[in-house]
Antibody, heavy 111, light 110 residues
Framework: QVQLQQWGAGLLKASETLSLSCAVY????????WSWIRQPPGKGLEWIGE???????TYDPSLKGRVTMSRDTSTNLFSLKLTSVTAADTAVYYC?????WGQGTVVTVSS | NFIMTQPHSVSESPEKTVTISCTRS????????VQWYQQRPGSAPTTVIY?????PSGVPDRFSGSIDSSSNSASLTISGLKTEDEADYYC?????????FGGGTRLTVL
């Protein structure tokens, strides 16, 4: 049974750096891209970006310059960093790979 | 990038069949796979259809996906509706800059 387990700080102040991790259990996903998606309160899903098997990253243009993704295939772990957060970055953040999703991490940015 | 347009809401009765559409604004719907996600209130999304029409293990065959090049749209059809199907449904495909999501459709089973 594949499971994606997420963790990271849930309360940040404006200008701080968001840092989340996602571990994949129960399967090997080499050859696939690993993605992060977020959902602001009461809104739809927003794609943040992805990192592929060659560690090539693609980010949503609106977040480019603030976002960094990395992965460690030996431990099935990947991470997201988003710098200089503002209230607009308040959302539930999800990791995903193929058709599996993590449970989500609520991130609130206060001023 | 293109836009994926979904109806804001649909409703149907239990045991009936409902179809949710997702229309791509530019470029061919067939040029990139479409996925569908179900999100129940307070829960993370789960994938009900991937690669246009494939079902992940555990998703009942009441859920089916298709694409129609003539209308440049994808559809999610749910037959034999159950109250547990009440949720938000999102379509998703791939653009030049990454994933593109539809705005979501609220399905009410009444």
């Amino acid at each position: 049974q594949v499971q994606l387990q997420q963790w990271g700080a849930g309360l940040l102040k404006a200008s701080e750096t968001l840092s989340l991790s996602c571990a994949v259990y129960g399967g090997s996903f080499s050859g696939y891209s690993w993605s992060w998606i977020r959902q602001p309160p009461g809104k739809g899903l927003e794609w943040i970006g992805e990192i592929n098997d060659s560690e090539t990253t693609t980010y949503d243009p609106s977040l480019k310059g603030r976002v960094t993704m990395s992965r460690d295939t030996s431990t099935n772990l990947f991470s997201l960093k988003l710098t200089s957060v503002t209230a607009a970055d308040t959302a539930v953040y999800y990791c995903a790979i193929t058709y599996f999703w993590g449970q989500g991490t609520v991130v609130t940015v206060s001023s | 990038n293109f836009i994926m347009t979904q109806p804001h809401s649909v409703s149907e009765s239990p045991e009936k069949t409902v179809t949710i559409s997702c229309t791509r604004s530019s470029g061919s719907i067939a040029s990139n796979y479409v996925q569908w996600y179900q999100q129940r209130p307070g829960s993370a999304p789960t994938t009900v259809i991937y690669e246009d029409k494939q079902r992940p293990s555990g998703v009942p065959d009441r859920f089916s996906g298709s694409i129609d090049s003539s209308s440049n749209s994808a559809s999610l059809t749910i037959s034999g509706l159950k109250t547990e199907d009440e949720a938000d449904y999102y379509c998703q495909s791939y653009g030049r800059s990454g994933w593109v999501f539809g705005g979501g459709t609220r399905l009410t089973v009444l």
